[in-house]
């Protein structure tokens, strides 16, 4: 099956495997479960630093060194199945960006920063030899573990073989190093295998959730190895590499679940979109706390099919000037740099690498949309009906991440500042309509209200885009013939 689809894209350039996308199967009116979402947050408050056997201070010391305290506190406790799923009809995983009837918006760097307060520059998440069960990679886990955290040959033995693979058990971590109570009487080396195991807890709970909902890479326990160069890592870049993956897997109709850190999407989803699905937290302290915590979940008693369809028509019908673009300009005054959130090229997390593509964002960060370059292309890539065959793989440019100040979009493709926040140029609109899936219910089986009104929007984008062309050519007129008198 290929372009045109119902309901767009006509032209199939750019999303040429959306044969096997979701959206195409309930633009026929056949629905998905909603989906199952992965979300430990309310596990990761099951470990209780105080009730660890040490200097529970130098503990915590050393985890704000790390610069992953902020994630502690900031998870939300249960995913909003029906947001996640609402969203994941309108992710593209050729392009990683939602697709909305005006134009596509996506999660940025500077996103992650600002909800998260963790390190999104610095060293790649990335282990060597991990990536396949072998003999050798192994014997390398029961080697970190044994070394890392402080345990015996036989237990570190016995872990690996029960987890199956180069894993650990979550519940073996707390279990192991979070008793009741204890001796306080404990060594520096203690205190450091205990972090470690905390790190690692930490993590698996958060930024790197997977559906096994139980366990967690010991390839990341390499990384707490030097407890002092934890805090140098890119930490919020791999989480991101690592939602966006998940993201586009859980478009294919056949996939029940969705896992990484969906804390994330939501904070991004309530702070970019006026839904209600969200209200404001009267405690929260601005620049203080993560960006995620300025939220409280609205949730319904009942999870179903028809919440989503709700939302999902309401998305439908967004207008442009409903989103809040750019709403960080404060913390942008107050010093954070968002200089990273222009960088082009590739993300990385262990063996995943991710395009990161902010030219087609540019509403985001206050610039008027234009027609983007097409994506990055894959060194191979098949996303078919089936997640266990869902395989994509992308190059990824080490030097490029670590001089990522030398490869950040130029400032002729980045385009003119917009004086309005959801201004386009006047061939981005025809162009996208072209080329997407922008609505995802079919009108067929809607009302004429929601027909009229998407219709009626983009006729009035495209009027508003053409009078801004012509105000700033009469306002260029003008300043050139006074300059010249």
């Known amino acids: 099956m290929r372009a045109p689809f119902p309901g767009g894209p006509l032209d199939g350039a750019l999303l040429k495997s959306f044969k096997d996308h979701v959206a195409l199967t309930i633009w026929s009116n056949e629905e998905r479960p909603v989906l199952k979402c992965i979300n430990h947050g309310a596990q990761n408050q099951e470990w209780d630093l105080q009730l660890c056997h040490l200097d529970t201070v130098g503990l915590q010391r050393i985890i704000q060194r790390s610069?992953?305290?902020?994630?502690?506190?900031?998870?939300?406790?249960?995913?909003?199945?029906?947001?996640?799923?609402?969203?994941?009809?309108?992710?593209?995983?050729?392009?990683?960006?939602?697709h909305l009837p005006f134009?596509?918006?996506s999660i940025s760097l500077e996103d992650v920063t600002i909800l998260l307060k963790i390190p999104v520059t610095g060293k790649v998440v990335a282990v060597e030899n991990f990536a396949r069960y072998t003999e050798e990679s192994r014997s390398d886990a029961i080697k970190l573990v044994l070394k890392l955290l402080g345990v015996s040959i036989e237990e570190a033995e016995e872990e690996v073989n029960i987890s199956k693979g180069l894993t650990v058990r979550k519940c073996w971590l707390k279990s192991r190093w979070c008793p009741k109570a204890g001796s306080r009487n404990t060594t520096y080396r203690d205190m450091e295998c205990t972090t470690r195991a905390y790190l690692l807890y930490l993590l698996s709970c958060t930024l790197f959730a997977d559906k096994s909902g139980s366990r967690v890479s010991i390839a990341l326990l390499k990384l707490l190895e030097d407890?002092?160069?934890?805090?140098?890592?890119?930490?919020?870049?791999?989480?991101?590499?690592?939602?966006?993956?998940?993201l586009g897997s859980a478009t294919i109709l056949q996939v029940s679940q969705i896992a990484g850190y969906l804390t994330l999407l939501e904070g991004w989803v309530y702070d970019h979109f006026k839904l209600g699905l969200a209200t404001p937290n009267a405690k929260y302290m601005d620049y203080v706390q993560p960006r995620v915590c300025r939220w409280i979940q609205k949730h319904e008693t009942v999870m179903n099919i028809d919440n989503v369809g709700s939302i999902r028509r309401t998305l439908d019908r967004l207008r442009p000037t409903e989103v809040t673009w750019d709403p960080y300009v404060n913390y942008r005054e107050n010093g954070v740099d968002h200089a990273m959130a222009f960088y082009s090229g590739t993300l990385k997390y262990m063996d995943v690498v991710e395009p990161y593509h902010p030219e087609r964002i540019l509403r985001r960060f206050g610039h008027v949309q234009s027609i983007p370059d097409p994506p990055y292309r894959p060194l191979e890539a098949h996303r078919g009906p089936f997640v266990n065959k869902y395989s994509v793989k992308y190059g990824f440019q080490q030097d490029n991440w670590e001089r990522w100040r030398n490869h950040l979009l130029a400032p002729e493709v980045r385009g003119d500042k917009a004086e309005f926040e959801f201004l386009a140029t006047p061939d981005y609109l025809p162009w996208f309509l072209k080329v997407s899936h922008p609505v995802i219910?079919?009108?067929?089986?809607?009302?004429?209200?929601?027909?009229?009104?998407?219709?009626?929007?983009?006729?009035?984008?495209?009027?508003?885009?053409?009078?801004?062309?012509?105000?700033?050519?009469?306002?260029?007129?003008?300043?050139?013939?006074?300059?010249?008198?």
């Open 67 to 98: 610069g992953l305290n902020t994630l502690i506190d900031c998870s939300y406790r249960k995913a909003n199945k029906e947001v996640i799923s609402a969203f994941v009809e309108r992710w593209q995983p050729k392009t990683n960006t939602f």
């Open 103 to 105: 134009g596509e918006m």
């Open 227 to 246: 407890l002092d160069d934890v805090g140098k890592h890119a930490w919020g870049a791999a989480a991101l590499t690592y939602l966006y993956r998940h």
């Open 441 to 485: 219910t079919n009108p067929r089986y809607e009302d004429e209200e929601m027909v009229a009104t998407t219709i009626a929007d983009n006729e009035l984008l495209e009027v508003l885009n053409v009078l801004y062309v012509l105000c700033r050519s009469t306002c260029n007129f003008l300043k050139s013939r006074y300059v010249l008198h």
